[in-house]
Nanobody, 125 residues
Framework: QVQLVESGGGLVQAGGSLRLSCAAS????????MGWFRQAPGKEREFVAHINWDGAYTYYADSVKGRFTISRDNAKSTVYLQMNSLKPEDTAVYYC??????????????????WGQGTQVTVSS
């Protein structure tokens, strides 16, 4: 079955950087669009970024645009989220997700087929 395993979360000071990774297995990785979402305590899960199968198309939430970069390595079946200039409001559990389709560029969480378990990112002020 499909497995998505996130790593790279942690505690960082405001202005710092983190790089999240999500290793996928049990799927033909290059046939999937990949996304990152996050959920802060007491809030709904929200879209962060997504990337199509070859990395040619990416899209970001306004709140992270210019600070976060999504990328993927199909040879390693891994998607990344480079997070720079982190702010306390970026504190959340970050999830990677997969949706079947090479150009399934959706920001709607319910459209995604598979999810990881999440990794905690905490940004201190």
């Amino acid at each position: 079955q499909v497995q998505l395993v996130e790593s790279g979360g942690g505690l960082v000071q405001a202005g710092g950087s983190l790089r999240l990774s999500c290793a996928a297995s049990g799927l033909t990785f290059s046939s999937y669009t990949m996304g990152w979402f996050r959920q802060a305590p007491g809030k709904e899960r929200e879209f962060v970024a997504h990337i199509n199968w070859d990395g040619a198309y990416t899209y970001y939430a306004d709140s992270v645009k210019g600070r976060f970069t999504i990328s993927r390595d199909n040879a390693k079946s891994t998607v990344y989220l480079q997070m720079n200039s982190l702010k306390p409001e970026d504190t959340a559990v970050y999830y990677c997700a997969a949706v079947r389709g090479r150009l399934a560029l959706t920001t709607t969480s319910t459209r995604y087929d598979s999810w990881g378990q999440g990794t905690q990112v905490t940004v201190s002020s």
